[in-house]
């Protein structure tokens, strides 16, 4: 009940196409999912976070949807660039848990120029 | 803008041995966090501190783990008798409050021999 499931594994985009990167939960009680990217031997650095009371937020090219009933949500970028070729992982946490975030998988992109 | 830093950025040492992880959270953060990731792997909770104890551990967390905050700045993680199987990157994380934004540091290599 404490994972986090997260596909695709590893993606391929076109440098101005979309990158949609799934993740889905189980523990209804998880209430917090932030999106993390990871350069190289550097450390997770937050990129968009969503709480389950809306479905959608976006920020820049960067959008989360959200679907509660569906236990799932998804990282969208927009217009991607070369410079987003990084690991990403999902997340989530529980209210009046110590925080602790519990990550997905994590998604290798590449953007081809 | 302020950021969590860690030392060393790598660590080598033999099977046996203790090690001290430092880490310095942003200032007025409260909660502080221990991950680890095993190389190509996702990223492991292992502990969160708070008001000076550990408020949550891991099934990893055993008792060659410990943490300290010994003054009002840093953030150690020591393992008393490193293993093979602790080689890892380990990155400690700050946050504000239990459903802040954690932020990460850059992670310290540990590589045991």
């Known amino acids: 009940q404490q994972q986090v499931k997260q596909s695709p594994q590893s993606l391929i985009v076109q440098k101005g196409g979309i990158s949609i990167i799934n993740c889905a939960y189980e523990?209804?009680?998880?209430?917090?999912f932030p999106w993390y990217q990871q350069f190289p031997g550097k450390g997770p650095a937050l990129l968009i976070a969503?709480?389950?009371?809306?479905s959608e937020k976006k920020e820049g090219r960067f959008t989360i949807s959200f679907n509660k009933s569906a236990k799932q949500f998804s990282l969208h970028i927009m217009d991607s660039q070369p410079g987003d070729s990084a690991t990403y992982f999902c997340?989530?946490?529980?209210?009046?848990?110590?925080?602790?975030?519990?990550f997905g998988q994590g998604t290798t992109l590449q953007v081809k120029p | 803008e302020p950021e969590v830093t860690q030392t060393p950025s790598h660590q080598v040492t033999q099977m046996g041995q203790e090690v001290i992880l430092r880490c310095v959270p942003i200032?007025?953060?409260?909660?502080f966090y221990w991950y680890r990731q095993i190389l190509g792997q996702k990223v492991e909770f292992l502990v969160s501190?708070?008001?000076?104890?550990?408020?949550?551990k891991s099934e990893i967390f055993d008792d060659q783990f410990s943490v300290e905050r010994p003054d009002g700045s840093n953030f150690t993680l020591k393992i008393r008798s490193t293993k093979l199987e602790d080689s890892a990157m380990y990155f400690c994380?700050?946050?504000?409050?239990?459903?802040?934004?954690?932020?990460f540091g850059p992670g310290t290599r540990l590589t045991v021999t």
């Open positions: 523990n209804t009680a998880f209430d917090y």
């Open positions: 969503i709480r389950p009371d809306v």
């Open positions: 501190f708070y008001n000076n104890e550990i408020s949550e």
């Open positions: 200032s007025n953060h409260l909660y």
């Open positions: 997340a989530a946490s529980r209210r009046g848990n110590t925080g602790k975030l519990i």
């Open positions: 994380a700050s946050c504000p409050g239990t459903q802040g934004e954690q932020y």
